[in-house]
């Protein structure tokens, strides 16, 4: 095999080990019952699912649109505002003094959602023959719903074992997300660099800021919610999003190129932001004692 070839696998072998072990760490912190309760807070879950499956797709679809981005980076934005939950946005909540629990019950229903959300904006921007969308939500399926249910299930049948397991693969994720980080910059480093000198990055500063806004806006009264809700909104779950821009668009590198970038970028934000809100409400403590 070519140098080129082993990078190549390990990109796909680790991408696909950082989905199953995100997925199954989730699963295996929650139980139904405890989804199902998340709702129980129903007007704030309904404005956080309404921000991040609707409101954020619509606005980067009409400014791609208004602004005539290029195709592929067009498609990859796309592609990662239907990606919502990003699994580092459980990280970003705790830094900015969210509530945790109610992040990951949102992360959690975004995980689901994801199998239609994605099919459908992708849609919308480019529609697919009947063969191609079936191919998409078998992935989908594939690389979350089952590794989710997988979760649920060991955690339903050995609970006393589930926070152990949530742990070893939440590691097991975290160690290899550095791996899909560096393989993906050296196979896409030329078009990266394209994205660099095209002032896409600006975009995607501007779009994860605006997300960050409005994601407060929504957040409701309490200001915990308002910072769970803003953080949550920065993140979007890259790994599910490469793993669909390698299979729908892998004659088009910019789809996969954008992709990393948000990500990157977006790790860099969250927690900037997460951290400053949790500053602000550590000043606005002491202000008022």
Not at 160 to 180: E, F, K, Y
Not at 185 to 206: K, P, Q
């Amino acid at each position: 095999m070519t140098p080129e070839q082993i990078l190549q696998l390990t990109y796909n072998l680790s991408l696909a080990v950082v989905l199953w072990a995100t997925a199954m760490a989730i699963g295996l912190q929650l139980t139904v019952g405890q989804i199902a309760g998340s709702f129980a807070r129903t007007r704030l879950m309904i404005k956080a699912l309404l921000l991040n499956l609707a409101v954020i797709p619509l606005g980067i679809w009409l400014l791609t649109w208004i602004l005539s981005v290029e195709p592929g980076v067009a498609i990859g934005l796309l592609l990662l505002a239907a990606a919502a939950g990003g699994p580092f946005g459980l990280t970003a909540t705790q830094l900015a003094r969210g509530e945790t629990a109610f992040a990951l019950a949102l992360v959690s229903v975004l995980q689901v959602t994801r199998v239609v959300a994605i099919p459908f904006w992708l849609g919308v921007f480019s529609p697919f023959e009947l063969a191609e969308v079936l191919q998409l939500i078998a992935t989908l399926v594939l690389y979350i719903l089952l590794p989710l249910a997988v979760g649920l299930m060991l955690r339903t049948f050995w609970r006393d074992h589930s926070a152990s397991w949530s742990r070893l693969a939440q590691r097991v994720g975290s160690a290899l997300i550095a791996v899909v980080i560096a393989s993906a910059i050296l196979l896409y480093r030329e078009t990266l660099a394209d994205l660099i000198f095209s002032g896409t990055l600006l975009l995607i500063l501007g779009i994860q800021l605006l997300s960050l806004g409005l994601g407060y806006v929504f957040g409701g009264p309490k200001a915990t919610g308002r910072r769970t809700v803003a953080v949550t909104a920065i993140v979007r779950s890259s790994a599910v999003a490469l793993v669909v821009a390698n299979q729908m668009y892998p004659e088009q590198p910019h789809v996969a190129a954008t992709v990393i970038a948000y990500g990157v970028m977006a790790f860099v934000v969250a927690t900037l932001a997460a951290l400053s809100l949790a500053r602000h409400q550590r000043t606005s403590g002491a202000l008022t004692a």
